[in-house]
């Protein structure tokens, strides 16, 4: 079964809806299932439950079907979101375009050469998708 990945902030915001309601588009069309993921940080945790994302989801953008959601805590959000695309052996992750950047900023200060693609593809085999706050998928990259 093909696995699509929605990292979000909780409560959604307007990008996270955007990027969620392009990772149940992504998911009807391949037929896929779909995890929710909200990292919960340890320096600041605001004590967030599957049941409140999932709630504050389904107020931004409805019942969604086939999907499981999913609280992670961690100390550095991008690193946690990486840990779970690759323990859940994601098919397609679907992230806001602020997350890119900030997932490209993290694997830049990890390692000295910034080919992040490669890094990419070598640790993850999978699609991502880059979604802008405007809902548009502005990147579709296999890794």
């Not at 699509?4 to 915001?13: E, F, I, N």
């Not at 999907?67 to 397609?92: K, N, P, Q, S």
Request: with cysteine.
């Amino acid at each position: 079964m093909t696995l699509v990945v929605v990292p979000v902030r909780y409560p959604p915001t307007a990008h996270s809806e955007a990027t969620l309601r392009e990772g149940v588009r992504v998911a009807e069309e391949r037929d896929a299932e779909l995890t929710v993921l909200h990292v919960d940080l340890y320096q600041n945790s605001g004590g967030v439950s599957r049941s409140d994302l999932k709630r504050a989801v389904e107020r931004r953008i409805g019942r969604v079907d086939r999907a499981r959601y999913v609280v992670r805590r961690g100390f550095l959000v991008e690193e946690t979101i990486l840990e779970e695309i690759v323990a859940e052996d994601a098919d397609v992750v679907v992230i806001g375009s602020k997350q890119a950047g900030r997932w490209r900023r993290m694997v830049q200060k990890l390692l000295s050469d910034p080919d992040i693609d490669t890094y990419l593809r070598d640790q993850l085999d999978c699609t991502v998708i880059t979604v802008d706050g405007s809902g548009d998928a502005v990147s579709n990259v296999d890794v």
